[in-house]
């Protein structure tokens, strides 16, 4: 499936995410380089689908963009220099969990992607086949962040569209 299909299964799937006042805070904190976590979370949910697709893996495809939308669900700037933001990889998904389930029904394989995401980070192994997708579309797209401020056309489309959702 090309990448103009994966923006329109992502917005069918995460349009009330994409509006959330939580997404909003998203867009004006950076993760890596660049990026903001609202661009990284879209950027590691087309890697998902990708992924998936590509390889051929069944998935609960409504779940797993739902998850990968929310594994950064955070709300805050860990750049800033405090003591909590110092060991942010270790916490950052029991508190993006917290958040998501403040506002967000989530299912099992939603909550299984978001506390295991920083698998090998934080020890306990992810469970479902969705949250090990989530975790190597993490590392794939944080690297391209953080080494190559590589952006994708795509992360823009999505980026539009979730504004018009």
Known sequence: M?????????????????????????????????????????????MCLRISRKLRIRVNEKAMIRGALLHDYFLYDWHEPTKANRIHGFTHPVIALRNA?????????????????MFPLTPIPPRYRESVILCVADKICATYETVGGFKQKLVKRIRRAGTNA
């Open 2 to 46: 090309d990448k103009i299909r994966y923006h329109s299964v992502i917005i069918k799937h995460g349009a009330d995410i994409l509006r959330s006042e939580g997404m909003e805070i998203e867009k004006k904190c950076i993760q890596h380089g660049s990026f903001s976590v609202y661009d990284h979370s879209l950027f590691v949910t087309s």
């Open 101 to 117: 389930e403040k506002v967000f029904h989530l299912g099992k394989i939603e909550k299984n992607m978001i506390r295991r995401h």
